[in-house]
């Protein structure tokens, strides 16, 4: 992203060019792009009266990777629609949280190297939702792995043996266990290991590029949305619509225990929650 950004600022106008030719090339991509969109059962239901029975029965969730963009934005999503009755953040660093919203959080810190000593902060939950990751630059190949395979895998293995019916996933655009990408054939391969734990329900969400909607204005990076922008709703997502279609989805109904949720799937049931 920052790497775009730096290339917008020091073209200029070849940018303007270059913005032109994504254009030009995200229309042809988005043409061929098109997924059959997912069944629900519910969606004719009065969302409303859905929402006020889920309440009614008290369900603990937990979030992992709640110190990351998207779970940040996800925790924050969870707390205003107050789905839940108890939230706990899984991570291995507590959080600094004032105000009295966070007053009924929870935070389990725990070792992610020997998570089988940390069962107990997995107990309990109804649902469960990760936004766990990190990247090669920042890891090592190896490292990557243990993260988004290894700690994401045994974290829901966990969560499942101690009572937990529904997980989310966030993993990542173009995911495929066949992948010759060491990035997509790591996200196919924990969607594929998770879906074999047999939860009641599992959503996998593949958003493309995650856009950060920040505060205060940087024109650079502003530009660089625009730009990404452009690339539609099939390559690119802002983050606060992948925490909205992660909670509205939780309270649907699909006709399958596993639905994939493409990027055009997370923009079009982020968008409806937004909505309201
Ligand atoms: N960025 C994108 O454009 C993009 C696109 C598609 C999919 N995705 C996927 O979406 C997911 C979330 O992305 P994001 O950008 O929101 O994530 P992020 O901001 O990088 O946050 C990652 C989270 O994982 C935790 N984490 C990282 N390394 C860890 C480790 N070694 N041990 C324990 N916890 C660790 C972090 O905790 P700390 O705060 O303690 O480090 C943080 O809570 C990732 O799986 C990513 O691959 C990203
Ligand atoms: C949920 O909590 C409320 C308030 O504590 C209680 O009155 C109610 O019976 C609980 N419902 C269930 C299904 O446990």
Request: charge should be negative; include cysteine.
């Amino acid at each position: 992203m920052t790497i775009i950004t730096q290339l917008i600022a020091t073209l200029g106008k070849t940018a303007l060019f270059l913005a032109l030719l994504v254009l030009v090339l995200a229309a042809v991509l988005n043409y061929f792009d098109d997924a059959d969109p997912i069944k629900y059962a519910s969606m004719n239901q009065d969302t409303a009266a859905l929402e006020e029975t889920f309440r009614q029965q008290n369900k603990s969730c937990f979030i992992l990777g709640a110190s990351g963009e998207t779970g940040k934005v996800l925790l924050q999503e969870l707390l205003q629609r107050g789905f839940f009755s108890r939230i706990t953040l899984i991570g291995r660093r507590p959080l600094t949280l004032e105000g009295k919203a966070y007053e009924n959080l929870v935070q389990e810190v725990v070792d992610f190297e020997k998570l089988e000593d940390y069962a107990a902060a997995f107990q309990g939950h109804d649902v469960g939702y990760c936004c766990l990751g990190t990247t090669r630059a920042k890891a090592g190949a190896e490292g990557f792995i243990r993260v988004d395979h290894d700690y994401v895998l045994k974290s829901a293995e966990l969560a499942k043996a101690g009572g937990c019916t529904q997980f989310h996933l966030e993993s990542s655009r173009g995911a495929d266990k066949t992948s010759n990408f060491l990035y997509l054939k790591v996200k196919g391969q924990v969607e594929a290991d998770v879906e074999a734990l047999g939860f009641d329900r599992y959503a996998i969400y593949r958003p493309g590029v995650l856009l950060v909607d920040r505060q205060e204005s940087r024109p650079g990076e502003w530009l660089a949305r625009k730009f990404f922008g452009a690339f539609s709703s099939s390559m690119s997502v802002p983050i606060q619509m992948v925490a909205k279609a992660m909670v509205s989805n939780t309270l649907l109904q699909p006709e399958q225990k596993t639905e994939i949720l493409e990027n055009k799937d997370i923009v079009s049931l982020g968008k409806s929650a937004a909505e309201k």
